[in-house]
């Protein structure tokens, strides 16, 4: 019998019994492991889409232009309604692949709730199949958007004499101040920066100022001075009729007041309310108005005139020319606007604001 | 001749290794099974945990929902250990359909955080709270902490509510051992404005 033979050793079973008592133990511990794993990944996934998604709706609602109407936001990326896009969220340089990063991205949807109010839902979707939706419900606001102090989007040149152009609101501190000036693009801001004088640089008080020059989001001018026209209440002034002085509605009872023929006011003009001037407008002598004053080009203050506009003065056109040279002031009165915005409801554009909030769970 | 069997030593030494191999291996299975115990509790105090912070944090962050476009006041009730949140959930204007009021409080008696929705009796939603193991504080916009029972106008002041929330499982073990304590906090940003 060889040394082999007599071996009489139990290592294969004392292994097998070792393994039989280890396995299940290790078994256990690699099931618990792995779930909490799984229990990890699921809430982190989820996460992580939650704030995808409230990155694709705070996205949308910064992404409104304010003044934009309720009803152009329904009318998806191409801006036309009854197009096959109607309902995408039109978002200005179009609605990111992925973010912040693939597999995670959003997709935010427009609907009608009813005439006042629409829905934004943004789905945000990421690892795994992870979903997440937040809504929100926007409407217009209240008050009518209100740019800057003066806004002249295509304001060319301006001179300013013995005058001040203020986006502080005349009504109270609590107000946050806006643009003096208000453009529609940054170039023409920085061009007309470092064309002012230090003088004149002085005078454009407001927002970011001085020089308080700005772009910012565009209104169409154009078509509202047409509504105005349209409109049954307007009264149409010839300047060269005009008695002096002349009263233009008064903060009690406000006008909207039209000058046809030659925009030149010589005599001593008061008013409120709403003043269109469709063909620019040149004021030799005195002008009081609280409210909105709305030109359609040139717009000149002579030498010898005194402006207090209290309120907002747009001027619309390409390459308009401002000239102020008289003596006075501009300063924003968002309260003078909104009372315009109250006499004549609808016309004003109004920014579209956050009315509530909410997750889909 | 032929031996057989075994020697007395040899069945002594062997019935010697034989005991000492199953109280070896009664105590490994026994260590085992009360750690294995003690897995599934803590992991239930973590998920009972976790899911009531989770559910709490999102009912909390839809408080004054207004389905309607009309925004409410987003807490009907605020103090350290209850908080009563609103939302109008489907639009109708009011707040009387189920889960647009919710309520989170304490209960001293029963050591459990409660919730109840609309006017329906408060359910157990965690236990093993001991007193003051779930604490609501409230902050404004400019960070300042808003202590006591909170009166409506400062309410309407509250921009995020911190949860603090432990929950103390005992021990599974028979023999003395610390209790599994669980801690939770999370910090929720109202995101709809007061009226």
């Known amino acids: 019998m060889s040394a082999r033979d007599r071996q009489r050793g139990s290592a294969l079973t004392a292994t097998l019994a070792a393994t039989a008592v280890l396995l299940p133990l290790a ?3 690699v099931l618990l492991t792995r779930l909490d ?6 809430t982190r996934a989820q996460a992580e889409v939650f704030y995808v998604a409230e990155a694709g709706l705070e996205h949308a609602l910064a992404d409104i232009p304010r003044g934009e109407s309720l009803e152009q936001l329904l009318t998806g990326p191409d801006g036309y309604a009854g197009s096959a896009d109607d309902g995408v969220f039109p978002f200005r340089e179009g609605s990111p692949r992925s973010f912040p990063r693939a597999p995670f991205g959003y997709q935010v949807r427009v609907e009608r709730v009813n005439s006042q109010l629409l829905r934004l839902t943004s789905v945000g979707s990421g690892a795994r199949h992870a979903r997440a939706t937040v809504e929100a419900l926007v409407a217009a606001d209240s008050a009518p958007y209100v740019p800057a102090a003066l806004y002249a989007p295509g304001v060319r040149a301006i001179a300013i004499g013995d005058f001040q152009i203020s986006g502080f609101d005349r009504s109270g501190t609590d107000t946050p101040a806006l643009p003096a000036l208000g453009v529609d693009s940054a170039e023409t801001a920085s061009a007309l920066r470092s064309n002012l004088s230090a003088d004149a640089s002085s005078r454009l008080v407001g927002d970011g100022g001085p020089p308080s020059v700005a772009k910012v989001d565009s209104i169409g001018l154009l078509g509202l001075i047409q509504t105005f026209g349209a409109d049954g209440r307007v009264v149409r002034i010839d300047p060269a009729t005009l008695p002096s002085p002349v009263q233009l509605g008064t903060t009690d009872q406000p006008q909207l007041t039209i000058l046809v023929g030659d925009p030149t006011l010589t005599g001593s003009v008061q008013g409120a309310g709403v003043l269109v001037a469709p063909n620019g407008l040149v004021v ?24 207090h506009v209290d309120g907002a003065l747009w001027v619309d056109g390409v390459d308009v020319i401002l000239a102020f040279e008289g003596r006075g002031a501009m300063i924003s009165d968002r309260a003078a606007v909104r009372a315009a915005d109250l006499f004549l409801p609808g016309v004003l554009p109004h920014s579209i604001v956050l009315k509530a909030w909410r997750e889909l769970f | 001749m032929t031996r057989r069997g075994f020697s007395l030593p040899e069945v002594l030494v062997s019935t010697f290794f034989l005991t000492l191999f199953s109280v070896m291996l009664y105590q490994f299975n026994r260590a085992v099974l009360r750690s294995v115990r003690l897995q599934e509790v803590r992991g239930e105090a973590q998920e009972v945990a976790r899911i009531a912070i989770d559910v709490m944090t999102r009912e909390l962050r839809l408080s004054g929902y207004g389905g309607a476009g009309v ?3 987003r807490l009907r009730a605020a103090g350290p250990e209850r908080v009563e949140v609103q939302a109008d959930l489907n639009g109708d204007g009011d707040t009387g359909d189920a889960n647009e009021i919710v309520t989170y409080a304490y209960d001293l008696e029963r050591e459990t955080l409660m919730r109840a929705t609309g006017t329906a009796p408060p359910q157990p939603m965690v236990e093993h709270v001991p007193e003051g193991n779930f604490l609501l504080r409230y902050r404004d916009d400019s960070n300042v902490l808003l202590e006591g029972e909170l009166d409506e106008a400062t309410r309407a002041r509250v921009r995020q509510i ?16 610390a209790p599994i304590v669980v801690t939770q906090h999370a910090t929720v940003e109202l995101r709809n404005a007061a009226p």
């Open chain 2, 162 to 177: 911190e949860i603090g929330l432990r929950v103390v499982y005992p021990n599974p073990d028979p023999a003395p051992a």
């Open chain 2, 71 to 73: 925004p409410l006041p």
């Open chain 1, 284 to 307: 030799e002598g005195s002008l009081a108005f609280e409210g909105l004053v709305l030109v359609g080009g040139d717009t000149t203050f002579g030498a010898s005139s005194e402006v």
């Open chain 1, 37 to 42: 794993f799984y229990v990890h990944d699921n």
């Open chain 1, 27 to 29: 078994a256990f511990a």
